[in-house]
């Protein structure tokens, strides 16, 4: 298994451009979920989902969006990159709603300029 | 909504103990998790408590005491390659149970 698999794990983007981070995970898990972090900081949640066709927002949702067509992907959605959104992404999965164990991705880190 | 307070720095020898305390307040709580991350890597998952007491795995333990709203997260026999930052996190209130984050505790372990 590869568990979860983010790409791309660098990129660098202008003000207002637009990007897509995919996150894929082989697991059959039905929870997902995007986190970002900032230095010094904990990890903030963005969206969320609880299976195919289903998604929430998190803590921080605004710039952002998701969707989620198929157990496996989850991509996040960077609408117009603002300077703001430089940051580390984090996708992670798990099985069911009681547990707390996160499988995390190996992360993307993005830069606006 | 939820707030977790750890503290930012602890400093440790090799060899000796050391305990990385987590306060929270959360309208709702259904257990208490913590994570390691080494620089530049991603969270790895260590313990999850959701019951009070204490939780072994290896020199890692944590405890978790639901009256008073705390846990801690206990490593004996520090190794230089524990010097990471140790999260808590606590599953919030709501179907989904997402996890919310404190802000991480940065040990160093000296030689």
């Known amino acids: 298994n590869a568990g979860v698999t983010q790409t791309p794990k660098f990129q660098v983007l202008k003000t207002g451009q637009s990007m897509t981070l995919q996150c894929a995970q082989d697991?059959?898990?039905?929870?997902m979920s995007w986190y970002r972090q900032d230095p010094g900081m904990g990890l903030r949640l963005i969206h969320y989902?609880?299976?195919?066709?289903?998604?929430d927002q998190g803590e921080v949702p605004n710039g952002y969006n998701v969707s989620r067509s198929t157990t496996e992907d989850f991509p996040l959605r960077l609408l117009s990159a603002a300077p703001s959104q430089t940051s580390v992404y984090f996708c992670?999965?798990?099985?069911?709603?009681?547990?707390?164990?996160?499988?995390f991705g190996e992360g993307s880190r993005l830069t606006v300029l | 909504g939820q707030s977790l307070e750890q503290p930012s720095e602890v400093t440790a020898v090799e060899g000796a103990i050391v305990q990385i305390n987590c306060t929270y307040q959360?309208?709702?709580?259904?257990?208490l998790s913590w994570y390691q991350q080494h620089d530049g890597g991603a969270p790895t998952f260590l313990s999850y408590?959701?019951?009070?007491g204490l939780e072994e795995t290896g020199r890692f333990s944590s405890f978790l005491s639901r009256s008073d709203s705390y846990g801690y997260l206990l490593l004996q026999e520090l190794q230089m390659k524990d010097s990471a930052s140790y999260f808590c996190?606590?599953?919030?209130?709501?179907?989904?149970?997402?996890?919310?984050f404190g802000s991480g505790t940065q040990l160093t372990v000296l030689p």
């Open positions: 992670a999965s798990r099985p069911h709603v009681d547990t707390g164990e996160l499988f």
């Open positions: 697991m059959n898990h039905e929870y």
């Open positions: 989902s609880v299976g195919a066709g289903i998604t």
């Open positions: 959360t309208s709702g709580f259904y257990g």
């Open positions: 408590n959701a019951l009070d």
């Open positions: 996190a606590v599953r919030a209130p709501g179907s989904a149970r997402q996890l919310t």
